[in-house]
Structure formats: structure tokens, C-alpha cells
């Protein structure tokens, strides 16, 4: 790609990053590329799909995620580790207005452009709640669609303004409910 495409992609790329954060995943195309001083077939061009964009603006932050729990498979205890990924992961999830639906369908659609991207997060963190289960740090009764679906449900709450203040307490519960007596979830 010429750098001047490349500019002109990641300059879309971060104008669709703040304003799916301000209105969400279904904010208009045309929107967009409003924002981001382009015509909509300058948009189209780039992106020719809504999820072509989409999957564009989230797979970095997967990598992102992804590489976070390889890093954290060995600089940290199983829970502690576990822990650290399903706060950032619900801390990032909740950025993006609307993503958590797009994931939980995306995991399920193998022809979804997000797919492999969402396969290779929820893989990342089982094996990081395997390490934590292994060591006794973690039930042993639920598995890294369980996680998938926690980070979901947590983000979701944090979406939900007349919960978003109890976010954190929830947050603390539920990694609580994860992890044996042993371990503390902060």
C-alpha cells in the first residue's frame, strides 16, 4: 500500500474509532466519512463493508489483547494473570459502544470477517484460565466460552448507564466468583 493510502486508511480508522466510541457500532458510514472530511466512496473504497471497517478498527486491539495474554502467561501467578486479561478485556470491549452484540455473533459466524479475530481472544483467554484452573486458582467448571461470554456481560454493563457505576464492583464479584478462596480478584 502507498503511504499516502495508508495515511488516508489509519486517518479513517481513527475517525471510526471515536465516533463508534461517541454513538456506537451502527453510527451511519456516511458519518464517518463526514467526520473524516472524505466522500463516502472514499470510505467505501477502503472499506466496502461496515464490517470490513469494523474488523479493521478491532483486530488490532485483539492482537493487542491476545499478545497481552501471552505476556501475562508468564510475568504473572494463573489468577493474578487471568485477572489482569478480563479487566482489560472488558476495559476495552466497553470503548467501542455496541461491540460486545457484534462479538458474541461474529464467534458464531464463521464467515464473519471478525471470526478469526474473536476465535483467537476467546483462545487466548482459555489458556489463560486453563494455567489459572491448572494451578487451582480457578473453577473447574467453566471453560473460555464461559470467559468470552463474561467479558460480554461485564462490558454490557458498563454500557448501560444506570449500571455503569457499579461496574467495577460487579467486575470484582465476578472475577471473585471465578477464581477459588485462594486468590483475590483485584
Known amino acids: 500500500?502507498?503511504?499516502?493510502?495508508?495515511?488516508?486508511?489509519?486517518?479513517?480508522?481513527?475517525?471510526?474509532g471515536t465516533a463508534i466510541a461517541e454513538q456506537g457500532v451502527d453510527v451511519a458510514l456516511r458519518d464517518i466519512a463526514r467526520r473524516a472530511d472524505v466522500g463516502l466512496a472514499t470510505l467505501l473504497r477502503h472499506f466496502p463493508t461496515r464490517e470490513a471497517l469494523l474488523e479493521a478498527l478491532l483486530r488490532t486491539n485483539f492482537d493487542?489483547?491476545?499478545?497481552?495474554?501471552?505476556?501475562?502467561?508468564?510475568?504473572?501467578?494463573?489468577?493474578?494473570?487471568?485477572?489482569?486479561?478480563?479487566?482489560?478485556?472488558?476495559?476495552?470491549?466497553t470503548t467501542y459502544r455496541g461491540v460486545t452484540v457484534l462479538m458474541a455473533a461474529a464467534i458464531e459466524d464463521t464467515e464473519s470477517a471478525l471470526h478469526a479475530s474473536c476465535v483467537g481472544l476467546r483462545a487466548a483467554g482459555a489458556r489463560l484460565l486453563a494455567r489459572a484452573q491448572a494451578s487451582g486458582e480457578a473453577r473447574g467448571d467453566i471453560d473460555?466460552?464461559?470467559?468470552?461470554?463474561?467479558?460480554?456481560?461485564?462490558?454490557?454493563?458498563?454500557?448501560?448507564?444506570?449500571?455503569?457505576?457499579?461496574?467495577?464492583?460487579?467486575?470484582?464479584?465476578?472475577?471473585?466468583?471465578?477464581?477459588?478462596?485462594?486468590?483475590?480478584?483485584?
Do not use: I, Y
Open 1 to 16: 500500500m502507498r503511504a499516502d493510502a495508508r495515511k488516508n486508511r489509519d486517518h479513517l480508522l481513527a475517525v471510526a
Open 64 to 93: 493487542d489483547l491476545t499478545a497481552k495474554a501471552e505476556e501475562l502467561e508468564t510475568s504473572s501467578t494463573p489468577g493474578d494473570a487471568l485477572v489482569s486479561w478480563l479487566r482489560d478485556g472488558v476495559a476495552w470491549t
Open 144 to 186: 473460555g466460552a464461559d470467559l468470552f461470554a463474561l467479558v460480554a456481560m461485564l462490558a454490557w454493563l458498563g454500557d448501560q448507564p444506570s449500571l455503569a457505576p457499579r461496574a467495577d464492583h460487579l467486575f470484582d464479584v465476578v472475577s471473585g466468583a471465578v477464581l477459588t478462596s485462594t486468590v483475590s480478584p483485584c
